[in-house]
């Protein structure tokens, strides 16, 4: 079974432009997850969703920010407009639906926005 | 409000030597925990998770952890180490009937010749 699938794996931009990050889940996953990681803050949850509707989105940094489910099998995080300080890896993952499932990660795509 | 604390940043060790990671949690409610590795430019893949029963859970690549409830900790044990087993190592706690996986900050095995 093919893993989480994300892209692009990297993405260079300029300051101002609109990024839009693609993910697709691990096929009968319930619940999706956008992570971000940098060396400063970590591994940082930004939303959640579950059969496709957002459930938490507490950990989006301001509203440059936005994601999307429109089905089970596709999801976006877009960022507009970017700027450097948005630099860092964007980790999707999905996992079936329950607290204690394992969650799998995609390989990230890594943003520097210059 | 469920929180993870991994105590140590980074973690330098001769290889074959025995290492522990260490992690601690709080909640207020039953919780699963979870440890996670992380490659060099790669996305994090399972360890091992606790979930219920014995208290000390084995993983893959000879890792095991020992979930402590009375200290809140689930710390991460390896007998002998190997070079390959430098990475980044993820604590992570999510609470019984919630959505939300927690992680902790991590901690940089690096495994020396």
């Known amino acids: 079974d093919a893993g989480v699938i994300q892209s692009p794996r990297h993405e260079v931009t300029e300051m101002g432009q609109e990024v839009t990050l693609r993910c697709k889940p691990i096929?009968?996953?319930?619940?999706l997850f956008w992570y971000r990681q940098t060396m400063m803050r970590g591994l940082e949850l930004l939303i959640y969703?579950?059969?496709?509707?957002?459930?938490?989105d507490s950990g989006m940094p301001e509203d440059r920010f936005s994601a999307k489910m429109p089905n089970a099998s596709f999801s976006t995080l877009k960022i507009q407009p970017s700027e450097p300080r948005d630099s860092a890896v964007y980790f999707c993952?999905?996992?079936?639906?329950?607290?204690?499932?394992?969650?799998?990660f995609g390989e990230g795509s890594w943003l520097t926005v210059v | 409000a469920q929180s993870v604390t991994q105590l140590d940043s980074q973690v330098p060790v001769f290889e074959e030597a025995p290492v522990e990671l260490r992690c601690n949690y709080s909640?207020?409610?039953?919780?699963?925990l979870f440890w996670y590795v992380q490659y060099p430019n790669q996305g994090l893949q399972l360890l091992l998770k606790?979930?219920?029963?014995?208290?000390l859970v084995k993983g893959i690549n000879g890792f095991e952890a020992e979930f402590n409830k009375s200290q809140t900790s689930f710390h991460l044990r390896k007998p002998s180490v190997h070079i390959s087993d430098t990475a980044e190592y993820f604590c992570?706690?999510?609470?019984?009937?919630?959505?939300?996986?927690?992680f902790g900050a991590g901690t940089r095995l690096f495994v020396k010749a």
């Open positions: 993952a999905s996992s079936p639906q329950g607290a204690g499932n394992t969650i799998y």
């Open positions: 096929s009968g996953h319930n619940s």
């Open positions: 969703f579950n059969n496709n509707v957002p459930i938490d």
């Open positions: 909640s207020s409610v039953s919780v699963y």
């Open positions: 606790y979930l219920s029963g014995s208290t």
């Open positions: 992570a706690v999510s609470e019984g009937g919630g959505f939300k996986t927690i």
